[in-house]
């Protein structure tokens, strides 16, 4: 018997763990992995520096004459979208971006300013894989702690019958 409620306090505290974890975290939406994005990184001379990624804007960034900022977050590309957009190529994700002329002497005709690049990782997504993970391991701990119950509680049973056995007594 102490066996048994030994091993329900061990699940029962694994439980209790995860959930307390869970809610010291705080999973929010800015906790998931977030990765700078070419207009994020910050140049210093002590740190080294990240090239950054090919996107939809190349035009801008080659002529030096336009500057550009997010002003939307991640999300996935459609379908039309990974097929015929450059930004929608290196990852499958788009964020919008907002991009300015610098220099009023650049023919603004010959060269449109981008609407999107590509971004890592989509918050909302990252968030339910997470959420995903930990049920299905909560799922298997139950499972887990289910079988071990079972399977203890019939080698007990057989312990005690060949035991009864032995003895020669009739209580059961």
Same mark, same amino acid.
């Given at each position: ?15 209790? +763990?995860?959930? +307390? ?6 999973? &929010? ?5 977030? *990765? /700078?994005? /070419? ?11 990240? /090239?950054?990624?090919?996107? #939809? ?13 997010? *002003? ?35 023919? #603004? +005709? ?12 989509? $918050?909302?997504?990252? &968030?339910? $894989? ?36 032995? *003895? ?5």
């Amino acid at each position: 018997m102490r066996k048994y409620l030994f091993t329900t306090f061990l699940c029962y505290l694994c439980l209790f +763990t995860f959930y +307390t974890l869970a809610v010291n975290l705080g999973i &929010r939406e800015t906790s998931s992995i977030e *990765i /700078p994005t /070419p207009t994020q990184i910050q140049h210093d001379s002590s740190e080294i520096t990240i /090239p950054p990624a090919k996107s #939809h804007n190349d035009s801008c960034q080659l002529t030096e004459d336009c500057s550009c900022h997010v *002003i939307g977050d991640c999300e996935p590309c459609d379908e039309n979208e990974l097929e015929t957009e450059k930004y929608c190529n290196n990852y499958g994700n788009k964020e919008p971006i907002k991009c300015q002329w610098i220099n009023n002497n650049t023919d #603004h +005709t010959v060269i449109s300013l981008p609407k999107f690049q590509s971004c890592r990782r989509v $918050k909302k997504v990252e &968030r339910a $894989k997470y959420f995903e993970f930990q049920f299905a391991n909560i799922v298997f701990a139950f499972l887990s702690c289910t079988l071990l119950f079972y399977r203890r509680r019939k080698l007990a049973a057989d312990g005690y019958r060949k035991l009864v056995g032995r *003895i020669g007594s009739s209580i059961l």
